[in-house]
């Protein structure tokens, strides 16, 4: 069964450093989404990505963040210059159409210090 | 604007015990989607359900069934006879069916423990 992928599965940063994040989604899926999730708290909505170009963004996303899809099958967040509240679980999601279920990938654990 | 409660943060049972857990949503959507994903110790988020507004219908997967309730804005999850694999952080969510917004917008979530 086709799954998201995530890499890497843990991430140490220093406070300021760049970091990027990267998700395979599912092959024939069209709508990407990121996500975080606070140590303990509940699971936030980040970013909403189709056909080249942000669809929908949360107060959350600010300058500091940025998504791509360099090629045809990754899916990249990056954060710019990491915050010590940075640290999160961040997952990634897709979906084929947007009405459809999102399903997500296994997660990136940062911890900037 | 779109809120999802889920009042129960923690609840420990002994397995084969049945467990009720409670979501209640909020929106002025009139359609909408209705999730529950289950996160268990290793982290993942794993999609159990999705139900549409209009299907107020019941379903049972197994062990697990759900109750919808558009009356009360509800959206329970009951497991039957738990077992130790069900021990997870489980997040009732929420999304519009139409309209500009794609987002999930999810519970705090609710840790179930079952104990053998």
């Known amino acids: 069964e086709p799954e998201v992928t995530q890499t890497p599965s843990h991430q140490v940063t220093q406070m300021g450093q760049e970091v990027i994040l990267r998700c395979v989604p599912i092959?024939?899926?069209?709508?990407f989404y990121w996500y975080r999730q606070i140590l303990g708290q509940k699971v936030e909505f980040l970013v909403s990505f189709y056909n080249n170009e942000i669809s929908e963004k949360s107060e959350i996303f600010d300058d500091q963040f940025s998504v791509e899809r360099p090629d045809g099958s990754n899916f990249t967040l990056k954060i710019r210059s990491t915050k010590l509240e940075d640290s999160a679980m961040y997952f990634c999601?897709?979906?084929?159409?947007?009405?459809?279920?999102?399903?997500f990938g296994p997660g990136t654990r940062l911890l900037v210090l | 604007a779109q809120k999802v409660t889920q009042a129960q943060t923690e609840i420990s049972v002994v397995e084969k015990e049945d467990v009720t857990l409670d979501c209640v949503y909020e929106?002025?959507?009139?359609?909408?989607?209705l999730f529950w994903y289950k996160q268990p110790p290793s982290g993942e988020l794993v999609f159990l359900i999705r139900?549409?507004?209009?299907?107020?219908q019941n379903e049972i997967s197994g062990r697990y069934s759900w109750n919808f309730q558009k009356s009360t804005s509800s959206f329970n999850f009951t497991i039957t006879a738990s077992q130790v694999v069900d021990s997870a952080v489980y997040f009732c969510a929420l999304s519009p069916s139409q309209g500009g917004s794609e987002k999930l917008v999810f519970g705090k979530g609710m840790k179930l423990t079952v104990n053998p």
């Open positions: 929106t002025r959507d009139t359609t909408y989607y």
């Open positions: 139900r549409n507004s209009f299907d107020e």
């Open positions: 092959s024939n899926h069209l709508y």
């Open positions: 999601a897709s979906s084929r159409t947007r009405q459809e279920t999102q399903y």
